[in-house]
């Protein structure tokens, strides 16, 4: 059985080393490359919702799509090893400087050299438990996001947990961002929908644990007054699934 940790969103803001950002501080520039993207609170409750409830000081973890380490110096120190994957050489440097400072040992990276290698780089990292691909598949097209949750499955040990996110046109945010956008580029958003995620996972093999439908505070029928807003659930749909223990 797993040992879980308990953590908190001050946890998840100061990184491995236990020391706590300046969350009051916005005119400071960002430490760690994409959290201008988000506030720490916002990327610390991912985390804390999807992340750290699942994991446990014995999980070996991937990251794929690392970028800066935003994510990494959050989740690794909740792992017994997380390998960070990403396609460019500049972000897995820049991951793997902000894991240093942070003083993880337990972390390692890797590079994709191109899409069709996934399968090949998660291999080489061994038996995974968790695989987590977070603010990725939001500029992907179908394909590169069905063939990423194939790779994913086959790496996975039986029962081990998957988190995917992918920006959702069926969303109040999601709909207003697509609409202020002209066309599809990678530097831009692919929106799909829920249940074309959902249909994927299904069809591969996966079952749903959870998602973040219920946490929105604009799409959701309760109070508004009781949800703090997030821009990932609000735009994006956020997904925990699981290998089944035993393939059929």
Request: hydrophobic content about 40%.
């Amino acid at each position: 059985m797993l040992k879980r940790t308990s953590v908190s969103n001050a946890d998840m803001r100061g990184g491995g080393n236990g020391k706590g950002g300046d969350e009051n501080d916005k005119h400071s520039p960002p430490r760690i490359l994409g959290q201008e993207w988000s506030s720490d609170d916002e990327i610390s409750q991912v985390v804390l919702d999807f992340i750290a409830p699942h994991v446990g000081s014995q999980t070996r973890a991937a990251e794929v799509g690392c970028g800066g380490g935003r994510l990494a110096v959050r989740v690794a120190p909740l792992l017994r090893h997380l390998h960070c994957i990403d396609i460019s050489p500049k972000m897995l440097q820049r991951c793997k400087a902000a894991c240093d400072e942070a003083e993880l040992p337990n972390a390692s990276f890797r590079l994709l050299e191109n899409l069709e290698g996934l399968g090949s780089v998660l291999d080489a990292c061994g038996p995974l438990d968790f695989i987590y691909c977070f603010d990725v598949l939001v500029h992907s097209d179908l394909h590169v996001i069905h063939s990423y949750l194939q790779a994913f499955y086959a790496a996975l040990q039986p029962g081990g947990l998957l988190f995917v996110s992918v920006a959702d046109v069926t969303s109040e945010a999601g709909y207003e961002r697509f609409s202020k956008q002209a066309k599809f580029t990678v530097g831009g958003f692919y929106f799909v929908c829920p249940e074309i995620l959902r249909s994927f996972l299904s069809r591969i093999g996966f079952a749903v644990v959870t998602d973040c439908v219920n946490r929105r505070r604009r799409d959701t029928a309760q109070n508004a007054s009781d949800f703090k807003e997030n821009i990932y659930y609000e735009r994006d749909y956020l997904l925990l699934c699981r290998k089944p223990d035993v393939e059929a």
